[in-house]
Protein backbone atom coordinates (compact mmCIF):
# COMPACT_ATOMS: atom_id res chain seq x y z
CA UNK A 1 0.00 0.00 0.00
CA UNK A 2 2.86 2.39 1.16
CA UNK A 3 4.17 1.96 -2.82
CA UNK A 4 0.90 3.19 -4.07
CA UNK A 5 0.70 6.32 -2.32
CA UNK A 6 -0.02 5.96 1.50
CA UNK A 7 3.47 7.40 2.47
CA UNK A 8 4.08 8.36 6.21
CA UNK A 9 4.86 11.83 5.16
CA UNK A 10 2.70 14.35 7.55
CA UNK A 11 1.15 15.37 4.28
CA UNK A 12 -0.33 12.24 3.90
CA UNK A 13 -3.38 10.74 5.41
CA UNK A 14 -1.96 8.35 7.29
CA UNK A 15 0.52 11.15 8.71
CA UNK A 16 -2.42 12.96 9.62
CA UNK A 17 -4.16 10.32 11.50
CA UNK A 18 -1.14 9.51 13.14
CA UNK A 19 -1.09 13.39 14.39
CA UNK A 20 -4.13 13.42 15.33
CA UNK A 21 -3.65 10.37 17.64
CA UNK A 22 -0.65 11.68 19.25
CA UNK A 23 -2.83 15.22 19.82
CA UNK A 24 -5.96 14.02 21.32
CA UNK A 25 -4.04 12.32 23.80
CA UNK A 26 -2.00 15.38 24.51
CA UNK A 27 -5.28 17.06 24.71
CA UNK A 28 -5.29 15.43 27.91
CA UNK A 29 -4.36 18.14 30.49
CA UNK A 30 -0.95 17.56 33.08
CA UNK A 31 -3.55 17.21 35.99
CA UNK A 32 -4.86 14.20 34.02
CA UNK A 33 -7.84 15.32 33.27
CA UNK A 34 -9.63 16.58 30.25
CA UNK A 35 -10.77 20.10 29.91
CA UNK A 36 -14.53 19.22 30.09
CA UNK A 37 -17.99 20.58 28.35
CA UNK A 38 -18.67 22.95 27.50
CA UNK A 39 -15.91 25.02 25.97
CA UNK A 40 -17.35 28.02 24.76
CA UNK A 41 -17.20 30.49 27.64
CA UNK A 42 -20.10 33.27 28.66
CA UNK A 43 -17.64 35.98 27.56
CA UNK A 44 -18.22 34.83 23.54
CA UNK A 45 -21.60 33.38 23.28
CA UNK A 46 -24.04 34.81 21.61
CA UNK A 47 -21.53 36.90 20.02
CA UNK A 48 -21.06 37.40 16.04
CA UNK A 49 -17.63 37.92 14.08
CA UNK A 50 -16.83 40.14 11.51
CA UNK A 51 -13.84 40.22 9.12
CA UNK A 52 -11.92 42.99 9.77
CA UNK A 53 -9.87 44.07 6.82
CA UNK A 54 -7.48 46.47 8.85
CA UNK A 55 -6.60 43.81 11.13
CA UNK A 56 -7.18 41.15 8.92
CA UNK A 57 -9.12 38.55 11.20
CA UNK A 58 -12.36 38.10 12.23
CA UNK A 59 -13.69 40.40 15.53
CA UNK A 60 -16.50 40.76 17.45
CA UNK A 61 -19.31 43.07 16.57
CA UNK A 62 -21.32 44.00 19.77
CA UNK A 63 -24.38 45.98 16.95
CA UNK A 64 -24.97 42.35 15.49
CA UNK A 65 -27.94 39.99 17.07
CA UNK A 66 -28.61 36.30 16.00
CA UNK A 67 -26.00 34.33 17.10
CA UNK A 68 -26.87 31.04 18.73
CA UNK A 69 -26.85 31.44 22.56
CA UNK A 70 -24.84 28.80 23.54
CA UNK A 71 -21.76 29.39 20.23
CA UNK A 72 -21.36 32.35 17.83
CA UNK A 73 -21.42 33.35 14.97
CA UNK A 74 -19.03 34.17 11.51
CA UNK A 75 -20.19 36.69 8.70
CA UNK A 76 -19.45 34.84 5.38
CA UNK A 77 -18.28 36.93 2.42
CA UNK A 78 -17.74 36.48 -1.38
CA UNK A 79 -14.32 36.76 -1.59
CA UNK A 80 -11.59 38.62 -4.35
CA UNK A 81 -8.89 36.82 -5.89
CA UNK A 82 -6.67 36.11 -3.54
CA UNK A 83 -8.95 35.29 -0.93
CA UNK A 84 -10.30 38.17 0.99
CA UNK A 85 -13.26 38.74 2.09
CA UNK A 86 -15.48 41.57 0.32
CA UNK A 87 -17.15 43.32 2.64
CA UNK A 88 -20.12 44.25 0.94
CA UNK A 89 -20.52 41.21 -0.37
CA UNK A 90 -22.24 38.86 2.70
CA UNK A 91 -23.61 35.40 1.85
CA UNK A 92 -24.37 34.00 4.62
CA UNK A 93 -23.16 32.84 8.01
CA UNK A 94 -21.11 30.07 9.70
CA UNK A 95 -22.81 29.28 13.76
CA UNK A 96 -20.28 26.81 15.80
CA UNK A 97 -22.62 26.14 18.59
CA UNK A 98 -21.37 24.43 21.90
CA UNK A 99 -23.40 21.37 22.82
CA UNK A 100 -21.40 20.41 25.77
CA UNK A 101 -24.27 21.54 28.55
CA UNK A 102 -25.53 18.66 28.27
CA UNK A 103 -23.39 16.48 26.70
CA UNK A 104 -21.99 13.34 28.42
CA UNK A 105 -18.37 14.05 26.40
CA UNK A 106 -15.68 16.04 27.26
CA UNK A 107 -15.92 18.80 23.84
CA UNK A 108 -19.96 18.70 21.66
CA UNK A 109 -19.47 21.43 19.17
CA UNK A 110 -22.36 21.64 15.92
CA UNK A 111 -21.01 23.66 12.75
CA UNK A 112 -23.79 25.23 10.82
CA UNK A 113 -22.82 26.97 7.57
CA UNK A 114 -25.28 28.68 5.61
CA UNK A 115 -25.38 30.49 2.17
CA UNK A 116 -27.52 31.91 0.11
CA UNK A 117 -29.82 30.99 2.57
CA UNK A 118 -29.13 27.08 2.04
CA UNK A 119 -28.03 25.19 4.60
CA UNK A 120 -24.89 23.85 2.78
CA UNK A 121 -22.88 22.53 5.95
CA UNK A 122 -23.91 20.58 9.28
CA UNK A 123 -22.39 18.52 11.49
CA UNK A 124 -21.70 17.53 14.98
CA UNK A 125 -18.35 17.08 16.52
CA UNK A 126 -17.37 15.01 19.18
CA UNK A 127 -14.40 14.35 21.48
CA UNK A 128 -14.14 12.53 24.76
CA UNK A 129 -10.33 11.77 26.04
CA UNK A 130 -9.36 9.81 28.71
CA UNK A 131 -5.66 9.10 30.16
CA UNK A 132 -5.14 6.68 27.36
CA UNK A 133 -7.75 7.27 24.75
CA UNK A 134 -9.17 10.15 22.51
CA UNK A 135 -12.55 9.86 20.67
CA UNK A 136 -13.33 11.81 18.07
CA UNK A 137 -16.92 11.67 16.04
CA UNK A 138 -18.01 14.31 12.96
CA UNK A 139 -21.23 13.53 11.94
CA UNK A 140 -23.60 15.51 9.49
CA UNK A 141 -24.24 16.16 5.86
CA UNK A 142 -22.78 18.69 3.22
CA UNK A 143 -24.95 19.85 0.56
CA UNK A 144 -24.04 21.20 -2.82
CA UNK A 145 -24.75 23.50 -5.01
CA UNK A 146 -26.83 20.81 -7.60
CA UNK A 147 -28.89 20.22 -4.61
CA UNK A 148 -26.83 16.65 -3.66
CA UNK A 149 -26.57 16.13 -0.43
CA UNK A 150 -23.45 13.52 1.10
CA UNK A 151 -24.22 12.19 4.59
CA UNK A 152 -20.93 11.27 6.99
CA UNK A 153 -20.27 9.54 10.00
CA UNK A 154 -16.73 8.89 10.97
CA UNK A 155 -15.67 8.05 14.37
CA UNK A 156 -11.61 8.16 15.19
CA UNK A 157 -10.52 6.55 18.63
CA UNK A 158 -6.63 7.21 19.01
CA UNK A 159 -5.18 5.03 21.95
CA UNK A 160 -1.73 5.30 23.46
CA UNK A 161 -0.53 2.76 25.60
CA UNK A 162 3.18 1.86 26.77
CA UNK A 163 4.48 4.34 24.47
CA UNK A 164 2.99 3.02 21.26
CA UNK A 165 -0.02 5.02 19.31
CA UNK A 166 -2.46 3.54 17.34
CA UNK A 167 -5.56 5.03 15.43
CA UNK A 168 -9.15 3.35 14.57
CA UNK A 169 -11.67 4.52 12.17
CA UNK A 170 -14.67 3.73 10.98
CA UNK A 171 -16.44 5.53 8.27
CA UNK A 172 -19.96 5.85 6.18
CA UNK A 173 -20.71 8.30 3.68
CA UNK A 174 -23.22 8.25 0.96
CA UNK A 175 -25.06 10.19 -1.41
CA UNK A 176 -28.59 8.60 -1.34
CA UNK A 177 -30.17 10.37 -4.44
CA UNK A 178 -27.28 8.65 -6.71
CA UNK A 179 -27.04 5.44 -4.32
CA UNK A 180 -23.37 5.67 -3.76
CA UNK A 181 -21.77 4.68 -0.56
CA UNK A 182 -18.21 4.70 0.68
CA UNK A 183 -18.06 2.41 4.24
CA UNK A 184 -15.12 1.00 6.29
CA UNK A 185 -12.51 0.90 8.44
CA UNK A 186 -8.57 1.56 9.14
CA UNK A 187 -7.94 0.18 11.87
CA UNK A 188 -3.96 -0.25 14.12
CA UNK A 189 -2.19 2.63 12.20
CA UNK A 190 0.70 2.64 14.43
CA UNK A 191 3.34 5.16 14.87
CA UNK A 192 6.24 4.74 13.53
CA UNK A 193 5.82 1.18 11.96
CA UNK A 194 5.60 1.49 8.00
CA UNK A 195 2.56 -0.82 6.87
CA UNK A 196 1.50 -1.80 9.90
CA UNK A 197 -2.70 -2.10 10.24
CA UNK A 198 -5.51 -3.12 8.70
CA UNK A 199 -7.91 -2.16 6.03
CA UNK A 200 -11.46 -2.47 5.02
CA UNK A 201 -12.95 -0.67 2.37
CA UNK A 202 -16.20 -1.17 0.38
CA UNK A 203 -17.57 1.49 -2.11
CA UNK A 204 -20.99 1.10 -3.63
CA UNK A 205 -22.45 2.37 -6.67
CA UNK A 206 -25.97 1.29 -7.74
CA UNK A 207 -25.30 -2.98 -7.96
CA UNK A 208 -22.02 -2.57 -8.51
CA UNK A 209 -19.05 -2.39 -5.38
CA UNK A 210 -15.43 -2.57 -5.37
CA UNK A 211 -13.69 -3.67 -1.69
CA UNK A 212 -10.33 -3.11 -0.32
CA UNK A 213 -9.03 -5.24 1.95
CA UNK A 214 -5.72 -5.45 3.53
CA UNK A 215 -3.68 -6.58 6.18
CA UNK A 216 0.59 -5.20 7.31
CA UNK A 217 2.54 -6.75 10.06
CA UNK A 218 6.01 -6.62 10.66
CA UNK A 219 6.90 -5.17 7.31
CA UNK A 220 4.89 -7.34 5.03
CA UNK A 221 1.11 -6.68 3.52
CA UNK A 222 -1.13 -9.03 2.37
CA UNK A 223 -4.53 -8.11 0.88
CA UNK A 224 -6.95 -8.60 -1.77
CA UNK A 225 -9.23 -6.07 -4.17
CA UNK A 226 -12.44 -7.23 -5.32
CA UNK A 227 -14.79 -5.99 -8.11
CA UNK A 228 -18.51 -6.56 -7.82
CA UNK A 229 -17.29 -9.68 -5.30
CA UNK A 230 -14.97 -11.14 -8.07
CA UNK A 231 -11.09 -10.88 -7.34
CA UNK A 232 -9.05 -7.88 -8.90
CA UNK A 233 -6.00 -8.03 -7.87
CA UNK A 234 -3.46 -9.23 -5.32
CA UNK A 235 -0.46 -7.37 -3.30
CA UNK A 236 1.60 -9.46 -0.92
CA UNK A 237 5.38 -9.48 0.26
CA UNK A 238 6.91 -6.44 2.18
CA UNK A 239 5.13 -3.42 2.40
CA UNK A 240 8.04 -1.36 1.08
CA UNK A 241 7.90 -3.34 -2.51
CA UNK A 242 4.86 -5.81 -2.34
CA UNK A 243 4.07 -8.09 -5.25
CA UNK A 244 0.99 -6.92 -6.95
CA UNK A 245 -0.63 -9.44 -9.45
CA UNK A 246 -3.90 -9.99 -11.31
CA UNK A 247 -6.63 -12.44 -10.51
CA UNK A 248 -4.87 -14.98 -12.68
CA UNK A 249 -2.01 -14.52 -11.07
CA UNK A 250 -0.32 -12.66 -13.62
CA UNK A 251 0.88 -8.68 -13.36
CA UNK A 252 -1.22 -6.08 -13.55
CA UNK A 253 -1.70 -3.71 -16.68
CA UNK A 254 -1.25 -0.44 -17.13
CA UNK A 255 -5.03 0.31 -16.74
CA UNK A 256 -5.70 -2.31 -14.03
CA UNK A 257 -2.89 -0.51 -12.22
CA UNK A 258 -4.59 2.74 -12.60
CA UNK A 259 -7.56 1.17 -11.72
CA UNK A 260 -6.13 -0.09 -8.11
CA UNK A 261 -4.34 3.82 -7.73
CA UNK A 262 -7.49 4.97 -7.70
CA UNK A 263 -9.63 2.49 -5.01
CA UNK A 264 -6.39 3.14 -2.73
CA UNK A 265 -6.94 6.44 -2.79
CA UNK A 266 -10.76 6.52 -1.57
CA UNK A 267 -8.62 5.70 1.99
CA UNK A 268 -6.63 8.79 1.29
CA UNK A 269 -9.80 10.84 0.45
CA UNK A 270 -11.76 9.51 3.65
CA UNK A 271 -8.69 10.91 6.05
CA UNK A 272 -8.34 14.19 4.02
CA UNK A 273 -12.22 14.72 4.56
CA UNK A 274 -11.82 13.74 8.19
CA UNK A 275 -9.22 16.58 8.41
CA UNK A 276 -10.92 18.80 6.40
CA UNK A 277 -13.93 18.66 9.03
CA UNK A 278 -11.73 18.93 12.01
CA UNK A 279 -10.36 21.89 10.92
CA UNK A 280 -13.13 24.36 11.64
CA UNK A 281 -12.84 23.51 15.12
CA UNK A 282 -9.44 22.63 15.09
CA UNK A 283 -8.11 24.90 17.72
CA UNK A 284 -10.73 24.65 19.85
CA UNK A 285 -11.75 21.18 19.96
CA UNK A 286 -7.92 19.98 19.78
CA UNK A 287 -5.33 22.40 20.66
CA UNK A 288 -7.89 23.58 23.85
CA UNK A 289 -8.01 27.14 23.24
CA UNK A 290 -11.22 28.52 24.57
CA UNK A 291 -13.13 31.26 22.75
Known amino acids: ?12 GRGFALALAN ?19 GT ?3 STFVYDPTLDEYVVDPLLTGAPSTGVRFVLYEVDLVGTPILAEEIGYADLIDE ?7 VALRLVVVADNVTVLDYATTLDLTLTQGTLTVEGFLQGENG ?19 LDVTFDLSVEARNFSITGAVSGVEEGVEGEGDVDLTVQHGSHSVRLDVSGGGGQIQGSVFVNSTLFATTSGSASNPTILSATGDPLTTHQTLVLLHIVDV ?25
Open 1 to 12: VASLGLSANGGS
Open 23 to 41: RMREAVVPSGTPALAPIIS
Open 44 to 46: HRG
Open 100 to 106: GDVSAQD
Open 148 to 166: LRLDFDIEAIGTHFLNQST
Open 267 to 291: VEDVFDFLEDLVDPVDEIVILGVIL
